[in-house]
């Protein structure tokens, strides 16, 4: 035992190990975005959230939940590592959110998405009642607002959800483009070895 600090050397060492995660974490993140807004500056937490799921292989996407200014809830892509087609960024990001809440209803929260979301996790958005939406890149695929469906096209009878599109949508893109030429690299590898 270390008595100046109480702590063992075990300690420092584990102390030393998180402190370096954290360091590599920050220096590895591949942005340095300045942001000029306030939808900015929560767009790059959930850039933040895909890029965790970047290194962890996992196709980069994140979203946080904003409510009163401040984020209450974060979610990465985790399909891989939980085996679980629904385990996309938003839908662990809402599940988080209503457990912090205590209420599966999300009044006067934003959900910032670093891609359009998909059918599933729009659906989740309407049934959860966020009332604001705010995403990055368009998904092209699978994306709910427009780029394959546009689940919002409608009027709902009660549930209105005000949008705002393309936020730090470069950034996301960027991350995904990358993600996808290095898994196919990957592969090429695996394929010629
Ligand atoms: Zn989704």
Redesign the pocket.
């Known amino acids: 035992m270390d008595e100046r600090y109480g702590l063992s050397p075990f300690h420092h060492a584990e102390l030393f190990v998180t402190l370096a995660g954290k360091l590599v974490e920050l220096m590895t993140f591949p942005f340095s975005i300045v942001p000029k807004t306030d939808d900015e500056r929560f767009m790059l937490e959930a850039l933040r959230e895909a890029w965790k799921a970047y290194r962890a292989k996992e196709v980069p996407?994140g979203a946080v939940l904003v409510q009163g200014g401040r984020v209450i809830a974060r979610g990465h892509n985790q399909v891989e590592m939980l085996k679980d087609a629904?385990a996309?960024?938003?839908?662990l990001c809402l599940t988080a959110g209503a457990s912090v809440s205590d209420d599966w209803r999300l009044v006067d929260t934003t959900l910032y998405?670093t891609?359009e979301?998909?059918?599933?996790?729009?659906g989740?958005l309407l049934l959860s009642r966020v009332p604001v939406l705010v995403w990055g890149a368009p998904d092209v695929r699978?994306g709910?607002n427009g780029s394959w469906v546009d689940l919002f096209a409608t009027k709902h009878p009660i549930h209105q959800v005000e949008i705002r599109r393309g936020v730090l949508g470069d950034y996301a893109a960027d991350l995904m483009r990358d993600f996808f030429q290095m898994r196919r690299k990957e592969n090429e590898e695996k394929d010629n070895g």
Do not use: I, L
């Open positions: 996407v629904t996309h960024a938003e839908m998405c891609m979301p998909c059918s599933m996790c729009a989740a699978h709910a």
